[in-house]
């Protein structure tokens, strides 16, 4: 039985308008070297730059022409806008007033999205592959892994560069590791959370 292994990371550090740091390159380099001695097929990244210029940190420090591709399915996008009764009283002013169609688009990228990545090859080979996306479409994931309800990609948040790993095998996908970030030094972790104290 084949195996799709989906290596799903956030983009590196961005600042206040979206843009790629010298921060978030060293973090999108060492994600690189940990991912060096994997057999990787392809590196897939949003079309939005800082997640461009993370997939192409990251394949730099891999095998000699892997291909690196963008996907507009990892777009950063809202997944499940949910209804007023499943929403979590801390999430209502965010949701309030969320337009209609723009939550239809997001709900139709999702769905293309895990219809795209999450599920096992379709020929005999193991297939490996880097995901760059944005923390929105990895909680997605996630949640479709566990076939949780849609409303619980909320609050499933990724540092920038934390590697998640998802197996997708006939039967039952398992999530192997979420949001590690043991490849970065301590002072490049937990960056696109809010200022806290963390362990």
């Known amino acids: 039985m084949a195996t799709r292994y989906l290596y799903i990371a956030r983009h ?3 600042d206040a308008f979206g843009e790629f740091t010298d921060t978030g390159r060293e973090q999108a380099r060492l994600l690189g070297q940990r991912l060096a001695h ?3 097929d392809a590196v897939w ?3 939005l730059p800082r997640a461009a210029g993370t997939a192409q940190e990251v394949a730099a420090q891999l095998r000699p022409g ?3 591709a963008e996907a507009a399915e990892l777009i950063d996008h809202v997944p499940y806008v949910p209804t007023p009764e499943e929403t979590p009283h801390a999430w209502v002013p965010f949701f309030d007033g969320y337009d209609p169609a723009e939550a239809a688009a997001g709900n139709r990228t999702a769905h293309s999205l895990t219809a795209r990545f999450a599920t096992p090859p379709e020929h005999g080979d193991d297939v490996h592959e880097v995901l760059i996306t944005h923390s929105y479409p990895i909680a997605w994931l996630i949640r479709d892994a566990l076939d949780a309800p849609p409303v619980r990609w909320l609050g499933l948040n990724s540092a920038n560069t934390a590697l998640t790993l998802i197996e997708h095998r006939p039967g039952l996908p398992s999530i192997t590791m979420f949001n590690d970030m043991s490849h ?4 490049l972790r937990w960056t696109g959370f809010p200022k806290a104290t963390r362990p």
């Open 45 to 47: 990244h949003s079309p």
């Open 184 to 187: 970065l030094p301590p002072e």
């Open 38 to 40: 994997l057999p990787i």
């Open 12 to 14: 590196g550090d961005a």
């Open 66 to 68: 892997t291909p690196v």
